[in-house]
């Protein structure tokens, strides 16, 4: 799919950079979880050295995968979303035309049939009032 042939959904400036943004902070995270994982698997390998037996501690050894490094793949697969997810809708935000329908070219519709003003009756007296219990004082 080539999105730059389509004049709709091409890549704008600021989609561009901002989109460009969030891939380095991808590449970031993605050195900083490779650079993690190394680090937790030696920790791991150097206690087993040591004697520390794998059966019972699985929980313990998946949770430190799980907290070390594990993160940062999730965050940077997030980032590469992002950065498409940008570049696209700031390109459809920016770069949308307008569009001129028909409907708006032609002139105002003439009203037909009977006005509202010929229907309402103008009230004669303000009567009402007395219905309610007010009376007007005599001067």
């Not at 959904?9 to 650079?35: C, D, M, N, Q, R």
């Not at 993160?71 to 992002?82: E, K, N, R």
Request: aromatic residues 10%; charged residues 20%; hydrophobic residues 45%.
């Amino acid at each position: 799919m080539e999105m730059d042939s389509n004049p709709i959904t091409k890549p704008s400036k600021k989609g561009a950079i901002l989109s460009a943004v969030f891939y380095a902070l991808a590449v970031v995270l993605l050195i900083t979880a490779f650079v993690s994982l190394a680090a937790c698997h030696q920790n791991i390998t150097r206690q087993l050295e040591q004697g520390v037996p794998v059966q019972g501690n699985e929980l313990a050894i998946v949770n430190l995968y799980l907290t070390s490094c594990v993160q940062y793949f999730a965050f940077a697969a997030a980032m590469v979303f992002c950065g498409k997810a940008a570049r696209r809708v700031l390109a459809l935000k920016n770069e949308a035309p307008v569009r001129v329908t028909p409907y708006m070219l032609n002139p105002p519709a003439e009203a037909t049939g009977s006005d509202y003003t010929d229907e309402v009756e103008p009230e004669d007296d303000d009567t009402d009032f007395e219905a309610w219990g007010f009376r007007e004082k005599e001067e």
